[in-house]
């Protein structure tokens, strides 16, 4: 009786345990158990959109995109894109794989329990697109001299691309060395260059992203190969070479003016020749064009850029080719032409002066030749009055002065002027002539 009792005891106790179970089995729903996020992806890569659910027991997950069209239902895909699937490394996790993400799959995908109301979760997929540059960009291109040139760059890509622009003269093309063109709005010149080209940067309408770069009045410093390059923070960037030729006339230019050279020698003239196309350059000789020959051998040398060297190698020079040498240039755009003169050189010679001894007369003149010297041109013999002692110092004719001597000393201080006088004049002209004889 006993026994019995207890065994119903036992029995009432575990259908109450039971039914409390079964209670706080139903009462327990399911739920996220990780907050709202998003999630950023490059074009290309893969996305794993998250969601996590506790106690989600015989309830079901799906996935909608932004357009509520439903992706999976369980652990299965139903629509028919093999990129989507579902990821579940631990039990609770029910994620949303999309392999090769494209820009089109940006948007709200939501992940859903069926209960009642439906509880849902939301996820924001940013997708970032790497810059494209679009085949409506510009191509290779030729111009004239003075035209106006327009280079488009068109590019694609999340976050809008910034645009760059380079240029390399075609000069420099090996070493692969590259400017930067100043992208600042109005007329500039290239800063790393003296080119002094004028660009203008436009930037293009609403739904087309990229540059345009226009240059004014191009000459032929401006010509090269251009580079347009995109960016937006998304590697890689990506590049588009436009390469630029300008035409123009030759320009002729001669390393001399004039060349001095022995006869004999070899001598080489050279000229450089500019143009774009390609000039037609000859040598001429007295306005006569010159070919190879045994007197004559021209070469072409390719310089940089549009530059070649013309040569004309003279093996031995003789006396009739000296003169006036001609560098001719030209193409469809003109002509251009440069003229030098070939003469003899001739070696400079150092004179020697020779040291001669010349032996300067010496000239002896007496008394007597003197005297007569200065007779004629000096005073006449018989205009002196000779001194007589015999008249008591008085000279026969002359006035009496009434004092003994006056006319004695008169006359003698008169006779020792005249000496004087006469040794002085016969002294400059000895020396006179002493420097006549020696020259």
């Known amino acids: 009786m006993e ?35 998003n999630i950023t992806v490059v074009a290309g890569k893969t996305a794993v959109l998250p969601c996590s659910i506790d106690s989600l027991g015989d309830f079901k997950v799906v996935w909608t995109d932004r357009w509520s069209t439903l992706l999976t239902y369980g652990d ?9 699937s579902v990821e579940r490394p631990r039990l609770r996790d029910w994620n949303l794989l999309i392999r090769d993400v494209q820009y089109s799959d940006q948007g709200n995908f939501v992940c859903q329990i069926n209960t009642l109301p439906i509880k849902t979760n939301s996820v924001l997929l940013n997708v970032l697109v790497p810059p494209t540059i679009l085949d409506t960009s510009s ?4 111009a004239k001299e003075g035209d106006t040139v327009t280079l488009t760059c068109n590019v694609s890509g999340v976050p809008k691309p910034t645009v760059q622009w380079f240029r390399k003269p075609h000069a420099d093309s090996r070493d692969q060395h590259k400017e930067r063109v100043k992208t600042s709005e109005g007329h500039y010149g290239n800063r790393l260059s003296d080119d002094h080209c004028l660009y203008t940067v436009s930037h293009r309408g609403v739904g087309i992203n990229g540059e345009t770069l226009i240059i004014h009045n191009i000459t032929r410093y401006c010509d090269g190969i251009y580079e347009c390059v995109a960016f937006n923070d998304v590697p890689p960037a990506v590049n588009r070479v436009i390469s630029v030729m300008v035409e123009f006339p030759p320009e002729v230019w001669l390393v001399n003016q004039k060349l001095g050279q022995y ?13 774009f196309p390609q000039a037609v350059s000859i040598w001429k000789f007295q306005n006569q064009d010159l070919f190879n020959s045994f007197k004559h051998r021209i070469d072409v040398y390719q310089d940089r850029g549009h530059m070649l060297t013309l040569s004309l190698r003279l093996p031995n020079v003789t006396r009739e080719d000296f003169g006036q040498y001609s560098c001719y240039a030209s193409n469809s755009f003109g002509m251009d032409e440069e003229t030098m003169i070939l003469y003899e050189y001739f070696p400079p010679t150092t004179l020697t002066p020779a040291v001669t001894a010349t032996a300067i007369p010496r000239h002896t003149t007496t008394i007597n030749k003197r005297n007569r010297l200065f007779k004629s041109t000096i005073y006449n013999e018989n205009e002196l009055i000779p001194y007589n002692r015999t008249l008591n110092g008085h000279n026969p004719g002359a006035p009496y002065s009434g004092r003994q001597g006056y006319n004695t000393g008169q006359t003698k201080s008169y006779h020792v002027g005249l000496l004087i006088f006469s040794s002085i004049l016969s002294s400059i002209y000895l020396f006179d002539i002493s420097c006549f004889m020696m020259l």
Do not use: H, Q, W, Y
Request: hydrophobic share 50%.
């Open 263 to 275: 006869v004999g020698k070899e001598t080489i003239l050279e000229c450089k020749v500019t143009a």
């Open 3 to 37: 026994f019995s009792i207890i065994l119903r005891l036992t029995a009432l106790n575990a259908l109450c345990f039971l039914g409390i179970l079964s209670k706080d089995i139903m009462a327990l729903e399911p739920s996220f158990d990780v907050p709202i996020v």
């Open 139 to 142: 191509n290779d291109l030729t």
């Open 76 to 84: 299965r895909r139903i629509i028919n894109d093999e990129r989507i």
